[in-house]
């Protein structure tokens, strides 16, 4: 089975600005999720694009989908310190990346 | 409902000895997953059920690693003969799949740490 690839593999911002990661997969999907994990804990479920979907918002988060270019793009805006966590994508089912660690410097 | 909980939290163990977990979904999610995940890696998949059916195990899942989920609630984790290459975060989650269209949106327990001695 695929997994997505991250990246970057960490990110750096300050409180206030955008943080922006990316998603690569292989083969066809269904549709394609992200996840927040803070350290030491479990993953919590951000949002669900389908592959009928190019683009979906909530909150502070705007996902993208190109399923011709086997990829998805993960945009906080407004970053807060609380956003501090790393970030996976799941392109179909069961399936992790290394995601990728942001940090949001106060 | 109170979401997924997984029980221990923590667990040390020896080397050799054999350590069991255990994990409640959300009272009406029909589908339970195990993963496991090391530091600065994402989490591995390692088996699911669809309510006391297993139907998919990693080869990642040695001989040394059983899953049940007797009566399609609660599910145990059982690794015997520990090795230290098995300490990580063992994560357990849950979802609920019908109909024709599956999402796989999973909600996760908070994990149970192993550290293997």
Request: proline content about 4%; charged content about 25%.
């Amino acid at each position: 089975s695929q997994q997505g690839e991250e990246d970057p593999q960490a990110l750096s911002i300050q409180e206030g600005e955008n943080a922006t990661m990316n998603c690569s997969y292989k083969t066809s999907i269904n549709n394609l999720q992200w996840y927040r994990q803070n350290s030491g804990r479990g993953l919590v479920h951000l949002i669900l694009i389908r592959s009928n979907e190019r683009e979906k918002h909530s909150g502070r988060l705007r996902v993208t989908l190109d399923t011709s270019k086997k990829s998805s793009s993960l945009l906080i805006t407004a970053s807060r310190a609380a956003d501090t966590a790393s970030y996976f994508c799941a392109p179909g089912k069961s399936t992790f990346g290394d995601g990728t660690t942001l940090t949001v410097k106060p | 409902d109170t979401g997924v909980s997984q029980d221990p939290r923590h667990k040390i163990t020896k080397r050799g000895q054999n350590v069991t977990f255990r994990c409640d979904p959300i009272s009406e999610h029909n589908r339970l997953y195990w993963y496991r995940q090391t530091l600065g890696q994402g989490p591995e998949f390692l088996t699911y059920f669809q309510n006391e059916a297993q139907l998919e195990k990693s080869r990642l899942l040695s001989d040394r690693f059983s899953a049940e989920r007797p009566k399609g609630s609660f599910s145990t984790l059982e690794i015997q003969r520990t090795e230290q290459g098995d300490s990580a975060m063992y994560l357990c989650a849950s979802s609920l799949e019908f109909g024709l269209e599956r999402t796989d949106t999973q909600y996760f327990g908070p994990g149970t740490r192993l550290t293997v001695l």
